[in-house]
């Protein structure tokens, strides 16, 4: 498993589009090639890479402008992690987990060439799966994480949902107790 390659598992065209167009156009886009990103290019050339997460981004904090005026490239993350053909699907997953990607560019000689997935890497060779699952463990952790430092304590009172005393937290505009937070 060690001697298995990038190129032997990536997909070999990517879907792509050309930097300059607009989010309305990617949201599109990525709509009807069933993809959750697309990896913005001029010529052969990466320069940038948009999710669904940064449209939906843009339509919260640029609501008042169109989505057919704002260009993926101006909300396109200005460094992008990427990857080399000749890297091992060992160092690759390394690589993911500790960046905390599912997925990643492929760039050879400065050209796009590929992109690799997690789901390429378990079509290609379910045994990977339990290295896998502990990158979705991490990242599930630090999501948690996240959202604990996000829920702010009140103090002790009546949980607006269960009608239990217990501690409270700020959730959701409301006012509940530990385990209905948990619940949700």
Known sequence: MKNILVSDVMTREPITIPYNTNLLEC????????????????????????????????????SKEDLSKIKAIDISPKKIAVIKPTNTIA?????????????????????????????????????FYPELEEFAKIR???????RIKKAKQVGEGICEECGNHDLLYHQDGRVICDECRRSM
């Open 140 to 146: 599930e952790e630090s999501d948690k994480l996240k």
């Open 91 to 127: 160092e690759t997953i390394e690589k993911m987990k500790r960046l905390k990607f599912e997925k990643l560019p492929v760039i050879d000689n400065n050209e796009l060439v590929g992109m690799l997935t997690i789901k390429d890497i378990l079509n290609f060779n379910p045994e």
């Open 27 to 62: 949201a599109k886009k990525m709509v009807k090639k069933r993809v959750g990103s697309l990896l913005l290019v001029e010529k052969k050339k990466l320069l940038g890479f948009i999710s669904e997460k940064d449209i939906l981004w843009a339509l919260i904090k640029k």
